[in-house]
């Protein structure tokens, strides 16, 4: 197993993801908790020692299955990370009671790392009025008390919700878990992210890193050109060497869903094998064709804002637009545009076309919008 130094400890750099846990009869509430027992322990005889959950995981019971398997081992021979569910809004006021509620489902009286759960545009707000929902004070409390040995963030909100959240909370957070892959690197300015947790020198955790499953396999063509460049190597094995090869990473989750996923990320994580400048332009190139297909060439430039009677961020739907069409519908856009006031949703477009006159990559944009709107329903 790599391992990679965080302060004062030791971590994994192949963290236990505990989302996508086996279940029973396709049934996401129900673990198959046996399996899941078994998986754990394989982890920690391999030398996994980093194991993250959260409060809505496997219809809130991931938590409790955990527990249970942790509890087998003695304390210090694994490090534990949960996270405050503020992705819901009915839990912004229930810091305390949802906190207590986890150490007892974990049976622990400490965790060694907890996040502040995906910072995004709809909940940013939220969690730095502090003055209200007490979000930040109450965590910090339970650091200096000794129940938060390592307090850090999750993000799946654009660079701007990013930078508010560091400029807010940046000093006192200890960790960023970011979706990160090859894809992502570009996609959802995942370079930019890390560029600037560097600045801020706050390790980098990934989550995602084979977006769901997408990276686990690619088209032939895909297959052929980079068993070309190494034959013994698996393909999911790609989009981990890929991420051990990015500065300021220091643990890459993965949520495994039986042994055999489990063992082949194993034997992947046995050893560093960082990608050459050959290799590494040779993924993002195909990266990048993946990327151009049902999405739109947007580059960003803004001549479309001035130029739209109703004031839209069209640079920023159009990218949404892209996520929402790639990824086949999930929550990323629909999250971000939650946080937009109606008049400034792809549905308040008029199509009057004024964006497209002066759209140097001649998008059709008032039919992308139009389709946008459609696929949102």
Same mark, same amino acid.
């Given at each position: 197993m790599i391992y990679r130094d965080f302060q004062d400890i030791r971590l994994s750099a192949l963290g236990f993801g505990a989302m996508r846990l086996p279940v029973i009869d396709g049934d996401d509430s129900r673990i198959d908790e046996a399996a899941a027992l078994r998986m754990v322990d394989t982890a920690m005889e391999k030398g996994i020692n980093y194991y993250d959950t959260a409060w809505g995981y496997h219809g809130e019971n991931s938590e409790l299955v955990m527990g249970k398997a942790q509890a087998r081992y003695p304390r210090d021979s694994f490090y534990l990370a949960t996270k405050f569910p503020g992705y819901d809004a009915s839990n912004w006021g229930k810091v305390e009671e949802i906190f207590e509620a986890q150490l007892k489902k974990l049976n622990v009286e400490y965790f060694d790392f907890y996040l502040f759960h995906n910072v995004c545009e709809m909940n940013v707000d939220a969690y730095l009025d502090d003055e209200k929902y007490h979000i930040y004070s109450y965590l910090m409390a339970q650091k200096r008390n000794g129940r938060i040995r390592h307090l850090g963030f999750s993000c799946h909100g654009d660079l701007p919700v990013l930078k508010r959240f560091l400029d807010a909370y940046g000093k006192d957070m200890e960790f960023c878990q970011l979706q990160l892959n090859y894809l992502d690197w570009t996609f959802q300015h995942g370079k930019e992210k890390v560029a600037l947790l560097n600045e801020w020198q706050i390790p980098v955790w990934v989550m995602e890193p084979l977006r769901g499953? %997408?990276?686990?396999?690619?088209?032939? #063509?895909?297959?052929?050109?980079?068993?070309?460049?190494?034959?013994?190597? #698996?393909?999911?094995?790609? &989009?981990?060497? @890929? +991420?051990?090869?990015?500065?300021? /990473?220091?643990? /890459?989750?993965?949520?495994?869903? *039986?042994? #055999?996923? +489990?063992?082949?990320?194993?034997? !992947? @994580?046995? #050893? *560093?094998? %960082?990608?050459?400048? !050959?290799?590494?332009? &040779? =993924?993002?190139? /195909?990266?990048? %064709?993946?990327?151009?297909?049902?999405?739109?060439?947007?580059? &960003?430039?803004?001549?479309?804002?001035?130029?739209?009677?109703?004031?839209? *961020? /069209?640079?920023? +739907?159009?990218? =949404?637009y892209n996520e929402h069409a790639y990824t086949g519908g999930g929550f990323i856009a629909p999250m971000a545009l939650s946080a937009l006031p109606a008049d400034k949703l792809p549905s308040a477009c008029l199509q009057c076309r004024s964006c497209e006159q002066v759209c140097p990559q001649q998008i059709r944009i008032s039919e992308v919008l139009a389709d946008f709107s459609r696929k949102l329903g």
């Open positions: 499953g %997408k990276l686990a396999s690619l088209s032939p #063509e895909y297959e052929k050109e980079l068993k070309a460049l190494r034959p013994d190597e #698996e393909i999911p094995a790609w &989009a981990f060497r @890929f +991420l051990q090869s990015i500065p300021g /990473i220091t643990v /890459i989750l993965s949520g495994m869903s *039986d042994q #055999e996923q +489990l063992e082949k990320n194993l034997a !992947t @994580f046995a #050893e *560093d094998k %960082k990608l050459t400048d !050959t290799e590494m332009n &040779a =993924l993002m190139d /195909i990266a990048k %064709k993946m990327l151009s297909v049902g999405t739109v060439p947007c580059t &960003a430039c803004h001549y479309c804002v001035s130029h739209c009677p109703m004031g839209l *961020d /069209i640079p920023h +739907l159009l990218s =949404l």
